[in-house]
């Protein structure tokens, strides 16, 4: 079994930034491509950014530039930093981690960006 936390999240102003962090714990040897994923209230939870146990990254159109995935695999830990936040960033953001040819959820954490 895994465990995914997120952390991290919060109120932001436009332009700003914050760093999430997810945290894994449990049976993880081996873990594999680990996500994150953004959620707003009567949509799909779509992906943001991913990035392989080699290090390989992918960021959908909207993010990219302005968001890096990055982990540490020692302190099994995938981070996301967000800069020059936007408006239509705000979302519940979920951290996703594959292995054993399963996928595990956090539970999510809340940003917002307004002024």
């Known amino acids: 079994q895994v465990q995914l936390v997120e952390s991290g999240g919060g109120l932001v102003q436009p332009g700003n930034s914050l760093r999430l962090s997810c945290a894994a714990s449990?049976?993880?040897?081996?873990?594999?491509?680990m996500e994150w994923y953004r959620q707003t209230p009567g949509k799909q939870r779509d992906r943001v950014a991913s990035?392989?146990?080699?290090?390989?990254?992918s960021y959908v159109d909207s993010v990219k530039g302005r968001f890096t995935i990055s982990r540490d695999n020692a302190m099994r830990t995938v981070f996301l930093q967000m800069d020059s936040l936007k408006p239509e960033d705000t979302a519940v953001y979920y951290c996703?981690?594959?292995?054993?040819?399963?996928?595990?959820w956090g539970q999510g954490t809340q940003v917002t960006v307004s002024s």
């Open positions: 449990g049976s993880i040897s081996g873990i594999g491509t």
């Open positions: 990035i392989s146990n080699g290090g390989s990254t």
């Open positions: 996703r981690a594959f292995l054993g040819g399963r996928s595990y």
